[in-house]
Protein backbone atom coordinates (compact mmCIF):
# COMPACT_ATOMS: atom_id res chain seq x y z
CA UNK A 1 0.00 0.00 0.00
CA UNK A 2 1.47 3.29 -0.30
CA UNK A 3 -0.31 6.95 -0.36
CA UNK A 4 1.43 7.98 -3.47
CA UNK A 5 -0.40 9.60 -5.86
CA UNK A 6 2.36 8.96 -8.53
CA UNK A 7 5.63 9.66 -9.66
CA UNK A 8 6.75 11.66 -12.73
CA UNK A 9 10.33 11.37 -14.71
CA UNK A 10 10.98 14.65 -16.44
CA UNK A 11 14.30 16.42 -16.84
CA UNK A 12 16.25 13.65 -15.71
CA UNK A 13 14.63 13.44 -11.85
CA UNK A 14 11.97 11.83 -10.39
CA UNK A 15 9.49 14.00 -8.93
CA UNK A 16 6.04 13.65 -7.21
CA UNK A 17 3.34 14.01 -9.73
CA UNK A 18 1.67 16.76 -7.89
CA UNK A 19 5.11 18.94 -8.66
CA UNK A 20 5.33 18.03 -12.12
CA UNK A 21 4.39 20.64 -14.68
CA UNK A 22 5.14 21.42 -18.35
CA UNK A 23 5.90 25.11 -19.03
CA UNK A 24 3.46 27.26 -20.51
CA UNK A 25 5.02 28.08 -23.87
CA UNK A 26 6.15 24.41 -24.14
CA UNK A 27 4.93 23.63 -27.81
CA UNK A 28 3.86 20.50 -26.71
CA UNK A 29 1.11 22.44 -25.02
CA UNK A 30 0.80 25.32 -27.46
CA UNK A 31 0.73 22.67 -30.66
CA UNK A 32 -0.18 19.57 -29.05
CA UNK A 33 3.31 18.68 -30.66
CA UNK A 34 3.41 15.35 -28.30
CA UNK A 35 3.24 11.66 -28.68
CA UNK A 36 2.05 9.07 -25.68
CA UNK A 37 1.66 6.17 -24.81
CA UNK A 38 0.51 4.20 -21.62
CA UNK A 39 1.32 0.75 -20.27
CA UNK A 40 -0.69 -0.72 -17.34
CA UNK A 41 0.83 -2.70 -14.64
CA UNK A 42 -1.08 -5.62 -12.41
CA UNK A 43 0.24 -6.96 -9.41
CA UNK A 44 3.56 -6.05 -10.27
CA UNK A 45 3.78 -6.59 -14.14
CA UNK A 46 4.22 -4.66 -17.12
CA UNK A 47 1.73 -5.74 -19.37
CA UNK A 48 3.18 -6.25 -23.05
CA UNK A 49 5.27 -3.36 -22.45
CA UNK A 50 7.29 -4.47 -25.48
CA UNK A 51 4.49 -3.82 -27.82
CA UNK A 52 3.65 0.02 -26.29
CA UNK A 53 7.35 0.33 -26.98
CA UNK A 54 7.21 -0.36 -30.45
CA UNK A 55 3.77 1.45 -30.83
CA UNK A 56 5.16 4.35 -29.01
CA UNK A 57 8.45 4.38 -31.76
CA UNK A 58 5.89 4.09 -34.50
CA UNK A 59 3.86 7.21 -32.76
CA UNK A 60 7.35 9.32 -33.01
CA UNK A 61 8.27 8.14 -36.15
CA UNK A 62 4.63 9.84 -37.69
CA UNK A 63 5.59 12.57 -36.13
CA UNK A 64 9.07 13.26 -37.13
CA UNK A 65 10.43 12.89 -32.85
CA UNK A 66 13.05 11.03 -31.33
CA UNK A 67 12.88 10.02 -27.70
CA UNK A 68 16.38 11.33 -26.90
CA UNK A 69 17.17 7.79 -24.72
CA UNK A 70 17.43 4.27 -25.35
CA UNK A 71 15.13 1.57 -25.02
CA UNK A 72 16.74 0.07 -22.29
CA UNK A 73 16.85 3.92 -20.40
CA UNK A 74 13.20 3.91 -20.63
CA UNK A 75 12.31 0.28 -19.20
CA UNK A 76 14.40 1.84 -16.31
CA UNK A 77 12.46 4.73 -16.19
CA UNK A 78 9.19 3.16 -16.34
CA UNK A 79 10.03 0.84 -13.41
CA UNK A 80 11.28 3.69 -11.68
CA UNK A 81 8.13 5.68 -11.95
CA UNK A 82 5.95 2.62 -10.36
CA UNK A 83 8.57 1.08 -7.61
CA UNK A 84 9.72 4.62 -6.26
CA UNK A 85 5.62 5.32 -6.10
CA UNK A 86 4.85 1.78 -4.48
CA UNK A 87 2.18 0.41 -6.87
CA UNK A 88 1.74 -2.40 -7.81
CA UNK A 89 -1.12 -1.62 -10.01
CA UNK A 90 -1.10 1.07 -12.09
CA UNK A 91 -1.11 3.32 -15.55
CA UNK A 92 2.13 4.04 -17.06
CA UNK A 93 2.57 7.34 -19.34
CA UNK A 94 5.58 7.82 -21.99
CA UNK A 95 6.19 10.99 -23.12
CA UNK A 96 8.03 12.75 -26.37
CA UNK A 97 7.60 16.20 -26.73
CA UNK A 98 9.31 18.20 -29.33
CA UNK A 99 10.85 20.45 -27.08
CA UNK A 100 11.15 24.53 -26.75
CA UNK A 101 12.01 26.81 -29.26
CA UNK A 102 15.19 28.27 -29.56
CA UNK A 103 14.84 31.55 -27.49
CA UNK A 104 11.64 30.92 -25.90
CA UNK A 105 9.50 32.45 -28.54
CA UNK A 106 6.14 30.66 -29.33
CA UNK A 107 6.82 29.90 -32.74
CA UNK A 108 9.84 28.94 -34.60
CA UNK A 109 11.47 25.98 -36.96
CA UNK A 110 10.35 22.22 -35.23
CA UNK A 111 13.45 20.75 -36.97
CA UNK A 112 15.92 22.77 -34.67
CA UNK A 113 13.97 21.48 -31.02
CA UNK A 114 15.75 19.18 -28.63
CA UNK A 115 12.64 15.74 -28.57
CA UNK A 116 12.49 15.61 -24.58
CA UNK A 117 11.09 12.39 -23.11
CA UNK A 118 8.98 12.47 -19.96
CA UNK A 119 6.90 9.24 -17.59
CA UNK A 120 4.70 9.18 -15.24
CA UNK A 121 2.89 6.77 -12.92
CA UNK A 122 -0.49 6.66 -11.77
CA UNK A 123 -2.59 4.56 -9.89
CA UNK A 124 -4.71 2.04 -11.77
CA UNK A 125 -8.22 3.07 -13.24
CA UNK A 126 -10.94 2.24 -14.24
CA UNK A 127 -12.06 4.60 -17.82
CA UNK A 128 -15.80 3.46 -16.70
CA UNK A 129 -16.35 1.98 -13.88
CA UNK A 130 -15.70 -1.19 -12.89
CA UNK A 131 -19.46 -2.16 -12.31
CA UNK A 132 -20.55 -0.69 -15.67
CA UNK A 133 -18.05 -2.95 -17.41
CA UNK A 134 -19.48 -5.92 -16.06
CA UNK A 135 -23.08 -5.04 -16.18
CA UNK A 136 -22.57 -3.30 -19.59
CA UNK A 137 -21.68 0.62 -20.43
CA UNK A 138 -24.15 2.30 -22.29
CA UNK A 139 -22.30 4.03 -25.78
CA UNK A 140 -23.43 6.87 -27.57
CA UNK A 141 -22.70 7.33 -31.53
CA UNK A 142 -21.52 11.11 -31.51
CA UNK A 143 -22.34 13.83 -34.48
CA UNK A 144 -18.67 14.36 -33.90
CA UNK A 145 -16.33 12.80 -35.81
CA UNK A 146 -13.06 11.76 -35.37
CA UNK A 147 -9.86 13.94 -37.36
CA UNK A 148 -8.83 11.93 -40.17
CA UNK A 149 -5.43 10.94 -40.49
CA UNK A 150 -4.87 12.74 -43.71
CA UNK A 151 -4.76 16.26 -40.80
CA UNK A 152 -3.58 14.26 -37.73
CA UNK A 153 -2.58 10.93 -38.43
CA UNK A 154 -4.17 9.15 -35.73
CA UNK A 155 -1.80 6.35 -35.53
CA UNK A 156 0.46 8.66 -33.50
CA UNK A 157 -1.43 8.37 -30.65
CA UNK A 158 -1.36 11.96 -29.82
CA UNK A 159 -2.83 14.89 -27.29
CA UNK A 160 -5.49 16.92 -29.67
CA UNK A 161 -8.27 15.18 -28.69
CA UNK A 162 -10.53 17.74 -28.55
CA UNK A 163 -12.79 16.10 -31.10
CA UNK A 164 -13.14 12.85 -28.50
CA UNK A 165 -13.93 15.89 -25.80
CA UNK A 166 -16.75 17.36 -27.84
CA UNK A 167 -17.89 13.74 -28.21
CA UNK A 168 -17.79 13.03 -24.14
CA UNK A 169 -19.70 16.26 -23.94
CA UNK A 170 -22.52 14.42 -26.45
CA UNK A 171 -22.92 10.78 -24.23
CA UNK A 172 -23.06 12.65 -21.43
CA UNK A 173 -25.50 14.88 -22.38
CA UNK A 174 -27.56 12.08 -23.44
CA UNK A 175 -26.91 10.22 -20.39
CA UNK A 176 -24.31 7.93 -21.98
CA UNK A 177 -21.51 6.40 -20.12
CA UNK A 178 -18.76 7.18 -22.99
CA UNK A 179 -18.99 8.08 -26.78
CA UNK A 180 -18.25 6.29 -29.87
CA UNK A 181 -17.01 8.18 -32.95
CA UNK A 182 -17.12 7.68 -36.35
CA UNK A 183 -14.57 8.75 -39.35
CA UNK A 184 -15.26 11.44 -41.70
CA UNK A 185 -15.43 8.66 -44.14
CA UNK A 186 -17.98 7.13 -41.88
CA UNK A 187 -16.46 4.08 -40.54
CA UNK A 188 -16.90 3.46 -36.48
CA UNK A 189 -13.09 4.40 -35.04
CA UNK A 190 -13.42 4.70 -31.51
CA UNK A 191 -13.83 6.47 -28.44
CA UNK A 192 -12.16 8.99 -25.36
CA UNK A 193 -9.88 5.91 -23.95
CA UNK A 194 -11.88 2.96 -25.19
CA UNK A 195 -11.74 0.86 -28.26
CA UNK A 196 -14.58 -1.00 -29.80
CA UNK A 197 -14.95 -4.58 -30.82
CA UNK A 198 -17.79 -6.23 -32.72
CA UNK A 199 -18.18 -9.92 -31.80
CA UNK A 200 -20.01 -12.07 -34.26
CA UNK A 201 -20.08 -16.00 -35.07
CA UNK A 202 -17.01 -16.52 -31.90
CA UNK A 203 -14.84 -13.74 -33.57
CA UNK A 204 -13.64 -10.17 -32.48
CA UNK A 205 -13.53 -7.38 -35.38
CA UNK A 206 -12.20 -3.86 -34.91
CA UNK A 207 -11.74 -1.16 -36.99
CA UNK A 208 -8.27 -1.62 -39.33
CA UNK A 209 -7.68 2.21 -39.55
CA UNK A 210 -8.07 5.72 -37.55
CA UNK B 1 13.09 49.26 -22.60
CA UNK B 2 13.32 46.09 -20.22
CA UNK B 3 14.77 42.97 -20.19
CA UNK B 4 11.66 40.93 -19.68
CA UNK B 5 10.72 38.10 -21.51
CA UNK B 6 6.93 37.84 -19.98
CA UNK B 7 4.88 38.36 -17.26
CA UNK B 8 2.08 35.38 -17.09
CA UNK B 9 -1.32 35.51 -15.19
CA UNK B 10 -2.16 32.40 -13.62
CA UNK B 11 -4.34 30.83 -10.40
CA UNK B 12 -4.60 34.96 -9.20
CA UNK B 13 -0.53 35.84 -9.27
CA UNK B 14 0.99 37.62 -11.92
CA UNK B 15 4.89 35.70 -12.44
CA UNK B 16 7.61 35.92 -14.74
CA UNK B 17 7.02 34.20 -17.74
CA UNK B 18 9.90 31.54 -17.62
CA UNK B 19 8.51 30.38 -14.10
CA UNK B 20 5.07 29.67 -15.49
CA UNK B 21 3.69 25.97 -15.74
CA UNK B 22 0.77 23.84 -16.02
CA UNK B 23 0.32 20.25 -14.49
CA UNK B 24 1.00 17.50 -16.42
CA UNK B 25 -2.10 15.85 -16.04
CA UNK B 26 -4.12 19.05 -16.98
CA UNK B 27 -6.15 18.47 -19.80
CA UNK B 28 -5.47 21.67 -21.65
CA UNK B 29 -2.19 19.28 -22.09
CA UNK B 30 -3.08 15.54 -22.08
CA UNK B 31 -6.38 16.60 -24.08
CA UNK B 32 -5.79 19.53 -25.81
CA UNK B 33 -9.02 20.93 -24.17
CA UNK B 34 -8.19 24.78 -23.77
CA UNK B 35 -9.03 27.98 -26.48
CA UNK B 36 -7.26 31.10 -26.84
CA UNK B 37 -6.91 34.52 -28.15
CA UNK B 38 -3.42 36.65 -29.00
CA UNK B 39 -4.03 40.29 -29.18
CA UNK B 40 -1.07 42.59 -30.14
CA UNK B 41 0.32 45.77 -28.40
CA UNK B 42 1.73 48.54 -30.75
CA UNK B 43 3.20 51.51 -29.08
CA UNK B 44 1.55 51.06 -25.83
CA UNK B 45 -1.72 50.39 -27.46
CA UNK B 46 -4.11 47.13 -27.64
CA UNK B 47 -5.06 46.86 -31.21
CA UNK B 48 -8.77 46.13 -31.82
CA UNK B 49 -8.94 44.21 -28.03
CA UNK B 50 -12.91 44.68 -27.95
CA UNK B 51 -12.55 42.32 -31.58
CA UNK B 52 -10.08 39.79 -29.90
CA UNK B 53 -12.42 39.62 -26.76
CA UNK B 54 -15.51 39.03 -28.79
CA UNK B 55 -13.88 36.09 -30.52
CA UNK B 56 -12.72 34.60 -27.12
CA UNK B 57 -15.72 34.62 -26.06
CA UNK B 58 -16.84 32.50 -29.19
CA UNK B 59 -14.26 30.55 -29.36
CA UNK B 60 -15.18 29.68 -25.31
CA UNK B 61 -19.26 29.17 -26.28
CA UNK B 62 -18.32 26.69 -29.35
CA UNK B 63 -16.54 23.93 -26.85
CA UNK B 64 -18.57 24.90 -23.83
CA UNK B 65 -16.10 26.54 -22.02
CA UNK B 66 -16.88 29.98 -19.52
CA UNK B 67 -13.87 31.79 -18.40
CA UNK B 68 -14.21 32.57 -14.61
CA UNK B 69 -14.23 36.45 -14.68
CA UNK B 70 -15.52 39.20 -16.38
CA UNK B 71 -14.54 41.08 -19.16
CA UNK B 72 -13.45 43.85 -17.22
CA UNK B 73 -11.38 41.56 -15.43
CA UNK B 74 -9.61 40.15 -18.10
CA UNK B 75 -8.90 43.30 -19.68
CA UNK B 76 -6.79 44.50 -16.91
CA UNK B 77 -5.39 41.33 -16.75
CA UNK B 78 -3.73 41.83 -20.21
CA UNK B 79 -2.98 45.34 -19.19
CA UNK B 80 -1.19 44.28 -16.55
CA UNK B 81 0.77 41.14 -17.82
CA UNK B 82 2.31 44.11 -20.32
CA UNK B 83 2.60 47.02 -17.93
CA UNK B 84 4.58 44.73 -15.27
CA UNK B 85 6.83 43.64 -18.01
CA UNK B 86 7.48 46.78 -19.50
CA UNK B 87 6.65 46.13 -23.36
CA UNK B 88 5.63 49.01 -25.35
CA UNK B 89 4.90 46.39 -27.72
CA UNK B 90 4.16 42.80 -27.48
CA UNK B 91 1.59 39.90 -27.76
CA UNK B 92 -0.74 38.96 -25.18
CA UNK B 93 -2.28 35.37 -24.83
CA UNK B 94 -5.78 35.21 -22.85
CA UNK B 95 -6.77 31.38 -22.39
CA UNK B 96 -9.67 29.57 -21.26
CA UNK B 97 -8.73 26.11 -19.81
CA UNK B 98 -11.18 22.99 -18.90
CA UNK B 99 -9.22 22.67 -15.10
CA UNK B 100 -8.26 19.56 -13.77
CA UNK B 101 -11.04 16.65 -13.54
CA UNK B 102 -12.07 15.98 -9.64
CA UNK B 103 -9.45 13.81 -7.71
CA UNK B 104 -6.52 14.58 -9.97
CA UNK B 105 -7.34 11.42 -12.96
CA UNK B 106 -6.25 11.18 -16.40
CA UNK B 107 -10.14 10.82 -17.24
CA UNK B 108 -12.95 12.04 -15.69
CA UNK B 109 -16.61 13.91 -16.44
CA UNK B 110 -15.99 17.46 -18.12
CA UNK B 111 -18.74 19.00 -17.37
CA UNK B 112 -17.95 19.11 -13.48
CA UNK B 113 -14.53 21.02 -14.13
CA UNK B 114 -13.86 24.41 -12.76
CA UNK B 115 -12.39 26.16 -15.96
CA UNK B 116 -9.61 28.31 -15.37
CA UNK B 117 -8.51 31.66 -17.07
CA UNK B 118 -4.63 32.64 -17.51
CA UNK B 119 -2.67 35.13 -19.81
CA UNK B 120 1.01 35.79 -20.53
CA UNK B 121 2.59 38.67 -22.72
CA UNK B 122 5.82 38.12 -24.06
CA UNK B 123 7.75 40.94 -26.26
CA UNK B 124 5.91 41.50 -29.98
CA UNK B 125 7.79 39.39 -33.14
CA UNK B 126 7.49 38.12 -36.67
CA UNK B 127 6.24 34.98 -37.23
CA UNK B 128 7.52 35.44 -41.01
CA UNK B 129 11.13 37.70 -40.62
CA UNK B 130 10.08 41.27 -41.08
CA UNK B 131 12.59 41.44 -44.33
CA UNK B 132 10.51 38.54 -45.50
CA UNK B 133 7.44 40.19 -45.01
CA UNK B 134 8.70 43.38 -47.29
CA UNK B 135 10.16 41.68 -50.20
CA UNK B 136 7.88 38.66 -50.08
CA UNK B 137 8.07 34.74 -48.19
CA UNK B 138 7.40 31.66 -50.01
CA UNK B 139 4.47 29.52 -49.23
CA UNK B 140 3.97 25.70 -49.52
CA UNK B 141 0.55 24.34 -50.06
CA UNK B 142 0.57 21.47 -47.88
CA UNK B 143 -0.42 17.35 -48.54
CA UNK B 144 -1.85 17.63 -44.78
CA UNK B 145 -5.00 18.98 -44.10
CA UNK B 146 -6.74 21.14 -41.67
CA UNK B 147 -8.89 19.14 -39.28
CA UNK B 148 -12.37 19.51 -40.72
CA UNK B 149 -14.67 21.26 -37.99
CA UNK B 150 -17.01 18.18 -38.16
CA UNK B 151 -14.25 16.89 -35.79
CA UNK B 152 -12.11 20.06 -34.73
CA UNK B 153 -14.51 23.47 -34.55
CA UNK B 154 -11.62 25.66 -36.09
CA UNK B 155 -13.94 28.35 -34.90
CA UNK B 156 -13.00 27.97 -31.79
CA UNK B 157 -9.28 29.08 -31.88
CA UNK B 158 -7.16 26.15 -30.01
CA UNK B 159 -4.09 24.53 -29.60
CA UNK B 160 -5.07 21.32 -31.54
CA UNK B 161 -2.13 22.20 -33.99
CA UNK B 162 -0.83 18.73 -35.29
CA UNK B 163 -1.49 19.33 -38.30
CA UNK B 164 -0.15 22.59 -38.90
CA UNK B 165 3.16 21.38 -37.60
CA UNK B 166 3.12 18.48 -39.73
CA UNK B 167 2.44 21.36 -42.71
CA UNK B 168 5.11 23.05 -41.22
CA UNK B 169 7.72 20.30 -41.78
CA UNK B 170 6.60 19.90 -45.35
CA UNK B 171 7.16 23.80 -46.02
CA UNK B 172 10.72 23.88 -44.04
CA UNK B 173 11.59 20.51 -46.21
CA UNK B 174 11.04 22.05 -49.46
CA UNK B 175 12.95 25.19 -48.54
CA UNK B 176 9.58 27.54 -48.24
CA UNK B 177 8.77 29.95 -45.37
CA UNK B 178 5.38 28.34 -44.17
CA UNK B 179 2.41 26.56 -45.19
CA UNK B 180 -0.85 27.14 -46.31
CA UNK B 181 -3.29 24.50 -45.38
CA UNK B 182 -6.02 23.10 -47.54
CA UNK B 183 -9.68 21.79 -46.12
CA UNK B 184 -10.52 18.12 -46.90
CA UNK B 185 -13.01 19.94 -48.67
CA UNK B 186 -10.54 21.12 -50.69
CA UNK B 187 -11.14 24.99 -50.05
CA UNK B 188 -7.79 26.85 -48.95
CA UNK B 189 -7.99 27.81 -45.43
CA UNK B 190 -4.79 29.34 -43.34
CA UNK B 191 -1.22 28.37 -42.49
CA UNK B 192 0.24 28.34 -38.81
CA UNK B 193 0.01 31.54 -37.43
CA UNK B 194 -0.88 33.10 -40.95
CA UNK B 195 -4.13 33.85 -42.49
CA UNK B 196 -4.90 33.70 -46.57
CA UNK B 197 -5.70 36.58 -48.62
CA UNK B 198 -5.88 36.97 -52.42
CA UNK B 199 -6.06 40.78 -53.79
CA UNK B 200 -8.08 40.58 -56.88
CA UNK B 201 -9.34 43.80 -58.80
CA UNK B 202 -8.43 46.15 -55.96
CA UNK B 203 -10.55 43.75 -53.70
CA UNK B 204 -8.99 41.43 -50.65
CA UNK B 205 -10.71 38.18 -50.38
CA UNK B 206 -9.95 35.55 -47.67
CA UNK B 207 -11.84 32.10 -46.57
CA UNK B 208 -14.79 32.49 -45.23
CA UNK B 209 -15.04 28.83 -43.34
CA UNK B 210 -12.07 26.50 -41.45
Redesign the interface.
Known amino acids: MTDS?GI?Y?DGRYIP??E??????D???????VVFDVVTVWDDNFFRLDDHLERFHSSCDY??LSPPCTDGEIRHVLAQCVDRAGFSRA?VWMLCT?GPFSG????G???FCENQF?A?S?PY?W?VPKERSETGAHIWIAE?????D????QR?K?????????A??EA?DAGADNPVLIS?AGFITEG??NNVWIIKNRTAFTPGEN
Open positions: KAKIESFIHIMPAFTKGDVRMRGTAFDPRMYVFITRRAPVAINANYNRMDLTAQFLTPG
